[in-house]
């Protein structure tokens, strides 16, 4: 249902940007959302968009050089992320929630994408 692309390896300050594409129409899902797992941690919540794309939020750690949005008529939301670091690098997910539920949090969404590896280099 979801296919995420566009990870790499980069250097520290380099840019990237995620994509992910939906097999069905994405204004169908309340919220979308990224999440990343690095190596021996947990998969964490890095920003989330709402159907229309009014309302964002991001992770603290991520916040002001990252950022969401969704093309509806696409099916695709992206992940611009800039000022990568190496802390940055993880398998970044994709994710939709029919019902919009704890936005924050991986029990709230329904439906995952296959990951795609981001390595950022020091």
């Known amino acids: 249902q979801l296919q995420a692309s566009g990870g790499g390896l980069v250097q520290a300050g380099g840019s990237l940007r995620l994509s992910c594409a939906a097999s069905g129409p994405t204004d169908s899902y309340h919220n979308m959302g990224w999440f990343r797992q690095a190596p021996g941690k947990e998969r964490e919540f890095v920003a989330v968009?709402?159907?229309?794309?009014?309302?964002?939020h991001y992770a603290d750690s991520i916040k002001d050089r990252f950022a969401i949005y969704r093309d509806n008529a696409k099916s695709t939301v992206y992940l611009e992320m800039n000022d990568l670091k190496p802390e940055d690098t993880a398998v970044y997910y994709c994710?939709?929630?029919?019902?919009?539920?704890?936005?924050?949090?991986?029990?709230?969404?329904?439906?995952w994408g296959q990951g795609t590896q981001v390595t950022v280099s020091s």
């Open positions: 968009i709402s159907r229309t794309g009014e309302s964002t």
């Open positions: 994710a939709a929630s029919l019902y919009g539920k704890s936005w924050s949090a991986v029990g709230g969404y329904d439906y």
